[in-house]
């Protein structure tokens, strides 16, 4: 029995969409192969989610989705979607659970972190160099740091790691990319992080299995600096979780970004695409969830159409009419 | 059916309750041990493990051989637990 619609990915541009079908009595089924929450949840604190005048902490607002969602019907199943085929009416999913089958299909699949790419970041991953400053920065107590990046995740995760680390070297290659807000956080922090502009990694190095130090230059001076360090925390942009639909025929954009209508739907009619992984999104938890709920939307009126057959041209476009 | 399944956690970790989940879902029971609460396992842990991150699942299976599964990796701890 196919579903009406599985969501790949339980971020919140998943969990918003699951909302709004669940709540319409359209079967939906979440498949997550990581954190429920996405990105979202690994982050410290969000402090430009409306409604939560103090902010919220990301695992705290990823629970609250998650169980508004599951409150109207939505389930979540944790496992990887591998594949998935266009069979006209009908999408196939080979995901690590078996095969399953749906009417349409939302991918929220969003990000991850990106690797920076420098010698001793692979060979001392997870032993010295990490992605996830809520997973891994206890570790480092007492200890000293080199976060590298300059945009809104590396500030928020510097600020975060300053309640372990002695010290933080920040290293940012241009200028920082970070809201005004975030900057005048890690000024505040001044006595325990230190911003290093126009810097770039060159290499992290090691001894004995360990971090040692981060090699990089200096773009003005062009002079090689180098920044003793227990351990590295990148976070240098994102990169699209996409790698499951090659061969379905859904279009990428040249940053391996999904390209949609403007009904957010893929080349392949019923596969719509809602959050970070989306060609143009913006990359935020508020954008997210109302790119969810549009998906949502868009999805009932597929489901609809594909039930009825298409309304008179006159009313399309116009799902109040029959909405 | 494993023998015992210890989980190495700590109290920020967002994929520590990922694993939790999904064994309870499994019907599976396990000892868990915060890291942060008893910082003197950490090298321990990390002998194991090779990996300085949180969560390490060890499954001891039947045979007392052991499986080290690192982070919410589905594609490890499913095999480690059947």
Same mark, same amino acid.
């Given at each position: 029995m196919p579903h009406d619609l599985v969501i790949v990915g339980a971020g919140p541009a998943a969990l918003s969409a699951a909302l709004y079908t669940s709540r319409e009595d359209i079967d939906t089924v979440l498949f997550e192969k990581g954190a429920i929450g996405g990105l *979202? *949840?690994?982050?410290?604190?969000?402090?430009?989610?409306?409604g939560f005048e103090k902010g919220v902490a990301g695992l705290e607002l990823s629970e609250q989705m998650r169980k508004q969602a599951e409150r109207f019907g939505a389930k979540i199943e944790l496992g990887e979607v591998? !594949?998935?085929e266009d069979q006209g009416k009908l999408k196939k999913l080979t995901t690590t659970e078996g095969d399953i089958y749906a009417k349409a299909v939302l991918i929220a699949t969003g990000s991850?972190?990106? !690797?920076?790419?420098?010698?001793g970041e692979e060979e001392y991953y997870a032993r010295g160099v990490h992605y996830c400053a809520t997973c891994d920065g206890a570790f480092y107590r007492d200890k000293k &740091?080199?976060?590298?990046?300059?945009?809104?995740s590396a500030a928020q995760?510097?600020?975060? &790691?300053t309640k372990f680390a002695s010290h933080i070297d920040m290293l940012v290659r241009s200028s920082l990319k970070a809201s005004d807000v975030l900057i005048k956080e890690l000024a505040k922090h001044k006595d325990k992080i230190t911003i290093h502009l126009n810097t770039t990694t060159d290499e992290i190095v090691g001894q004995d299995g360990k971090v040692t130090k981060v090699v990089g230059t200096?773009?003005?001076s062009a002079q090689k600096v180098e920044f003793p360090t227990d351990g590295v925390f990148v976070f240098v942009g994102l990169l699209p979780n996409t790698k499951f639909i090659q061969g379905s025929g859904i279009e990428l954009d040249e940053r391996g970004f999904i390209k949609t209508d403007i009904h957010l739907m893929t080349k392949v009619p019923g596969i719509f695409v809602a959050g970070d992984v989306r060609s143009g999104a913006t990359l935020q938890i508020a954008s997210a969830t109302g790119e969810g709920a549009t998906a949502a939307l868009m999805i009932r009126e597929y489901l609809e159409t594909q039930e009825r057959g298409p309304l008179p041209q006159a009313v399309v476009g116009h799902p109040q009419l029959y909405g | 059916m494993p023998? %015992?399944? +210890?989980?190495? +956690? #700590? %109290? #920020?970790?967002?994929?520590?309750?990922?694993?939790?989940?999904? $064994?309870?879902?499994?019907? $599976?029971?396990?000892? =868990?041990? %915060? $890291? =942060?609460?008893?910082?003197?396992?950490?090298a321990e842990v990390f002998e194991k493990s090779g990996a300085l991150t949180v969560p390490v699942t060890i499954v001891t299976k039947q045979d007392d051989s052991q499986d080290v599964v690192i982070g919410y990796n589905l594609a490890r701890l499913a095999p480690a637990i059947a």
């Open positions: *979202a *949840a690994v982050t410290d604190w969000v402090d430009n989610y409306p591998q !594949k998935i991850e972190y990106k !690797k920076i790419g420098v010698p &740091l080199v976060v590298i990046g300059g945009g809104n995760e510097s600020i975060f &790691l200096d773009k003005n | 023998k %015992n399944i +210890t989980i190495y +956690t #700590t %109290n #920020t970790c967002s994929y520590c309750p990922m694993v939790k989940q999904y $064994l309870k879902r499994k019907g $599976l029971s396990y000892d =868990e041990v %915060n $890291l =942060e609460k008893h910082p003197e396992m950490q």
